[in-house]
């Protein structure tokens, strides 16, 4: 059973617009944590944002949030205020606690900022 | 810059071959991961160490052999190399099973 679910293959936003990237996960256990990376064109993995499943705010980093809902399994990542540079692939991922510390990763989906 | 250095950068080889990969962790990170990136699988978690030992196993082939120094450096071996094996291999590290893994840039392997 596929474990995280990024259904938008890609999206478009204006510059200077806010967008949501939508995420949702599949597990039993009650500890886990949920995690967005973004993958420019050059290839590497930036770590944006983590969410602890007992957590009880949502996280923010900077222009990054978490909109995360516990009961829905969903961990959407909205990005306020689009730049040209966060053209990217995103990817969402999950680290079950029982499972040690590995991440598993969903599809991705491809954010495209237009000026 | 993640700490994480992996080499070579690019690698290509023909089908058949053998090719190991390097990963240097984040100083102090005792936590080794190796992932698979193809357009078709997306990211694939292969295998974990921690402080040299092995700890989690994921859609790893038999071909593939991986192995962590006590210097905490890690090597992915990939034998009989197939066209399919092109892909970017990326290495992360973490100082324990908790909190985001680095990732270095990545080795992109192209088999002809």
């Known amino acids: 059973a596929q474990k995280i679910t990024q259904t938008q293959p890609g999206m478009f936003v204006q510059e200077k617009e806010a967008v949501t990237l939508d995420c949702t996960y599949d597990?039993?256990?009650?500890?886990?944590?949920l995690f967005w990376y973004k993958q420019p064109s050059s290839g590497e993995m930036i770590f944006l944002i983590y969410?602890?499943?007992?957590?009880?705010q949502n996280a923010t980093e900077g222009r990054y949030s978490l909109n995360f809902q516990k009961a829905r399994k969903s961990a959407n990542l909205v990005i306020s205020a689009s730049q040209l540079g966060d053209s990217a692939m995103y990817f969402c991922?999950?680290?079950?606690?029982?499972?040690?510390?590995?991440?598993?990763f969903g599809q991705g989906t491809e954010l495209s900022v237009k000026p | 810059d993640s700490g994480v250095t992996q080499t070579p950068k690019h690698l290509i080889t023909a089908t058949g071959q053998r090719v190991t990969l390097r990963c240097s962790p984040r100083?102090?990170?005792?936590?080794v991961y190796w992932y698979q990136q193809s357009l078709d699988q997306g990211l694939q978690f292969l295998i974990q160490?921690?402080?040299?030992?092995?700890?989690a196993k994921g859609n790893i082939l038999e071909r593939f052999s991986a192995q962590q120094f006590p210097d905490l450096h890690s090597e992915l071996n990939l034998s009989s190399l197939e066209l399919g094996d092109s892909a970017l291999y990326f290495c992360?590290?973490?100082?324990?099973?908790?909190?985001?893994?680095?990732f270095g840039e990545g080795s992109r392997l192209t088999v002809l």
């Open positions: 992360a590290s973490s100082p324990r099973n908790t909190g985001e893994l680095f």
């Open positions: 597990t039993s256990d009650q500890s886990y944590g």
């Open positions: 969410q602890g499943s007992y957590d009880e």
């Open positions: 991922a999950m680290r079950e606690l029982n499972q040690g510390g590995k991440l598993i």
């Open positions: 100083s102090g990170d005792l936590s």
């Open positions: 160490y921690y402080n040299g030992e092995e700890r």
